[in-house]
Structure formats: structure tokens, C-alpha cells
């Protein structure tokens, strides 16, 4: 099956600085999305983005589907930022499977 | 907004026991999947269910795991005889025909 892998595993912030999250995925596919999950373990959907460039206020992201590759990225972290990002991908026709997450600790 | 709503938020059940999780997906949505997040670990796809039948199904749902749609609104997920492995976040999820998933905010079980 598709693996999806995501980089880095950890990433320790001052409030303010920006950041890059990193997402490989093994095959080509139909979808893919960056979550966030707060601390409360909820699964906020950030970004459906199988292809191309989207922002959202200080979150924007990018996929280059040809090279297999996804980046978010985050400008002026703050606090309220910190939590677990996860990527997910699927194919046409599969279920969504994610990585395992990159922990971002933001600190003020 | 639309939201995928789940029910109950928590749940603690004694090992063997049956248990229900239940999510109502987004209204107009076609497909439903469940999901589960064991703590500290990613999230691993269960089963989904597309025009009333399973559509695809992981090696973890084995015969103690069923699905329901029974009344066109509620999608339901059945632990027929709980083990503490199966202490998990479990998230149901809905999209309709473009890929897009959208997810509920989760039932934590916690098998005693």
C-alpha cells in the first residue's frame, strides 16, 4: 500500500518564528489533506490540496504532485498552533491513510 | 456549518463487553468511514461504507467490529466482546463525492 511519511517527527517553536512541514507519499493519489489535532484530540481539517498552492491565514500549503511531496507551512506561530499535524493521502476509490504525525510544541 | 457529530464524547466499558459508538455524518454525504488513534500513535483506517454495505476493510476490523447504517442518518460502530487493546480515540468520518473527508471530533473508549 501507499506509504506516507512525514518530517519532521518533532519541532520546537518561539512563539513568532515560522516553520516548514514536510509530507512524502509514495505513489501518485487522487487526495490529499493536513490536519491539525488539538489537545483535546479533535481532527481539524486544515487543507484538501492533491494539487497546487491554497492559504489560510498564516497557514498556507503547497503539493507537488509529480515529485510526491507536500509542505505546510506556518508563519507567526502562536501558541494556539501547538498540537499534532498530520498528512494524509488516498488513492481513487481507498480510504485516506495518514502519517504519523509531526508533534509541534510552540512556546510564548 | 456541517458538521460530522459523534456520540458519546467518552466511554469507559468493562473488558468483554459490548459496545456502540455512534457518529451522524453530514447530510448529504455518501461515504462514511471509522477510524481509530491509539494514544500517542497515528490514526489507522478501520472500514468504510458506501450504499449500505462495507466498501473496503483493514486487518484490524476483524469479526468483533460491525458497521451499521440502520436509519439513514446514524452510522454506528459495534465492539461485539471489548479487549483492553481496543482502548482507542475512534473517529468517524464523511465526504461526499469529491475526496474531500471531514471528521468528527472523536469517542475516546477506555477498556478497564
Known amino acids: 500500500g501507499i506509504q506516507v511519511e512525514q518530517s519532521p517527527p518533532d519541532l520546537i517553536l518561539q512563539e513568532g518564528a515560522n516553520s516548514t512541514l514536510r509530507c512524502n507519499f509514495s505513489d501518485s493519489v487522487n487526495n490529499l489533506q493536513w490536519f491539525h489535532q488539538n489537545p483535546w484530540g479533535q481532527l481539524i481539517n486544515l487543507f484538501y490540496i492533491p494539487s497546487g498552492t491554497k492559504q489560510n491565514g498564516r497557514l498556507s500549503a503547497t503539493t507537488v504532485a509529480t515529485e510526491r511531496y507536500s509542505l505546510l507551512y506556518i508563519s507567526s506561530s502562536q ?30 | 456549518e456541517p458538521e460530522v457529530t459523534q456520540t458519546p464524547s467518552h466511554q469507559v466499558t468493562q473488558m468483554g463487553q459490548e459496545v456502540i459508538l455512534r457518529c451522524v455524518p453530514i447530510s448529504n454525504h455518501l461515504y462514511f468511514y471509522w477510524y481509530r488513534q491509539i494514544l500517542g500513535q ?63 471530533q472523536g469517542t475516546r473508549l477506555t477498556v478497564v
Request: aromatic residues 16%.
Open chain 1, 79 to 108: 501558541t494556539t498552533d501547538s498540537g499534532v499535524y498530520f498528512c494524509a493521502v488516498n488513492q481513487a476509490g481507498t480510504a485516506l491513510i495518514f502519517g504519523k504525525g509531526t508533534t509541534l510544541s510552540v512556546s510564548s
Open chain 2, 42 to 104: 497515528k490514526v489507522e483506517f478501520l472500514v468504510s461504507f458506501y450504499n449500505n454495505e462495507i466498501s473496503e476493510k483493514s486487518e484490524i476490523f476483524d469479526d468483533q467490529f460491525s458497521v451499521e447504517r440502520p436509519d439513514g442518518s446514524n452510522f454506528t460502530l459495534k465492539i461485539r466482546s471489548t479487549k483492553l487493546e481496543d482502548s482507542a480515540m475512534y473517529f468517524c468520518a464523511s465526504r461526499i463525492w469529491t475526496y474531500e473527508a471531514f471528521f468528527g
